[in-house]
């Protein structure tokens, strides 16, 4: 029994390592690409700083998208870290939501052409949406099929269990929100994604614990 | 003899840790490439939506393609699982794959475009079809040389061996069925390509695992 | 006690291994990203190499975007040296930073794009110095920030704590500087970011130990 | 002193790591860009595969350029098996490496676009050669330095030592004359230089060890 259980923790390293070296190089190069969409403004007769101005969907939209691609980035190296190993199944459904991550720049392209054109935006913020979405349910469920299948780690209090939940759930809540106001008001809906990023990033439980004395609690909410 | 066999294993993780960490790249960069194909659909008088709908051989391209660079990062990786170490001529193989790997988004892009004008499809149909079976046929020679040339771990069970070799060959003979069915029907061929990768990355043996009891074998299914 | 530390050891080494991963590939990507910008040069009657001189401010805008990120990742890879462990805010932080990384290729695009048109130039480089600036200023938060919360080694010593300080707060000073002298001269103030890039890179320290005799201090100074 | 060299091992296994992961990262991007620059051929009335026939200067550049990279990533992977630590100006020696990869698919560009203009292509290719010759003179100066500086691992063989050394040396002379011989005729050259790759490339140690015995001297052939 030890001796199989060494040889699966063997195996785990092998398998977890690659697993995530090949989604970090995804998550850095969807992350870094996004720039490349940011076209040079052209200054003609109204000056440089004017005409980066009007290009500011292009900026927000980039900010947006560099924002979620963190939050979730930041999801899923949580989930690794709990993870002992990676089985078959686990494997594809991290290369279905890859699928997602690098597909993120191209609506992050679509909504920042059509921003000022009201019915193609409505449109371009919904397939914006849908895509998120679609990303963040299955981190989601990447993480509960890890917890039932027994990939993780057996010390994973409960605490750090809910805490990745009780960031995840309301986020999706959120999102299936905007994806609704996206189709009355789009521009909000942009800004609530953007938001919904900050949400997920944001350190809540770290800045509770400088403040208290939350202790171990703590490594969840990273 | 145990001295030699201790430092070769040390050579070893250098020598495939830098061979994987090259390859991940490599595969996830051309994976990630992808998406800077699709062009912003230009909605004119018809919207954004249906202006998206026309421009759908793209999307299918794209989705090919992804599907393909998985199911052969999946094949690799699990070749990489088994080795113990790396030769000069396994790592020529592999530069040689890796070469078809990051070729890859260019095929994908001639098909994209020639969709529809039905003598150049068949031309782009048949350099994507060629090019994902020499892709093909290189992950195999690469496991077939790893298995001869002794680089793979002394425990690989039979079953292993042969269910990666059991997928690989259905999947280079479907590849050659396609190429002559690119001539006739290319659009359908292309789906043939689809169906192959997802064929490829399917879990048929967790999913029999999960009803029965396949144990071990298991790990070779990945 | 020593069971938790060695327990926090190994969920440091998972931890900051992902971290740097990640932070790698973007700093690997946004380096290499630099030189899609570059235009092939239009060779007219005037000949192929003429026609390249006269793109020069492409290529200085290039030299400099890559030794100012060079500069930048080799300071992060000495912090990331000396980490034993990663806490949220922290990796929040980090997040932040390498948006600013991945940022910068479009600042380098503007600024070669109008470097010979005055007022538009100003604009350009001011942009181009608020980016490093702030990228700069991240990367020694960064570094007092784990030094606060005690995230680094405790053999840190005090020369290598300084050199790493030493080096980055006169070249955040000096990015103020050029800052305003952008407003008046920005061609020379381009040259002056490039300047900065050197100072950051160059191995002062070890220079020095091969002539006289620094020991264990170079570590800090690289 | 065990303690000082076991101290210095857990140094270099931290600083060499990164140095690897960011230069594989930046040898991975770099050759994966290389495909971005293939553009789709025009088929107007001539069909898909004549038009595709007259774009082969792009193709052998592309192949040029793979070949190229991936020798000189084969020459970095085995000077950097043999590193047992890496000091500041090892470092920065490296980082003037990556900027010559970075920067090879522009030179790339250049001579795939000029390829039938004469004199524009004599430029050309002299800008590519001159830019191979310095990426190999910089990984055969990594190498030396690397010796004298005492990074490298104490049982390096002789033969292997050489047998680095005799491959890279040649080519570097063979990138000199290719250097002259473009001025006279620049297709010959290139065809030239992707001898040099494959020459750097090629296994030889491998195919005698398989032939006779080299046993032990094979692994600095890799």
Redesign the interface.
Known sequence: MTDRSAGSRR?RQ??TA?????S?????????????E?A??I?GTQ???TA?REEWPSYLAYAIS?ATV?AF??AH?TI??YLTSA???F??LN?VL??VI??L??PT??VA??VH?E??ER??VT?YGVTVLVGLLLILGLWQYALRAGLVQVDVGEIDERLLTRRMVPAAVAYALLLVLGLLAPTSAALGYLAVAVFL???F??VRAHRGDAGDG??G??
Do not use: C, H, M, N
């Open positions: 195996t092998l398998r690659r697993l995530e070296a090949f970090d190089g995804v998550f850095a190069i969807a992350i870094t690409l996004l720039v490349l940011l040079v403004p200054a000056g440089l700083l980066a560099f963190g980035w930041l190296s690794s870290e089985d078959p199944i494997v594809r290369l890859l699928f690098s597909f720049p191209f392209k679509v052409t059509y054109q019915r193609a449109v371009a397939i990033i944001f350190p439980g770290a703590e490594r909410a990273s």
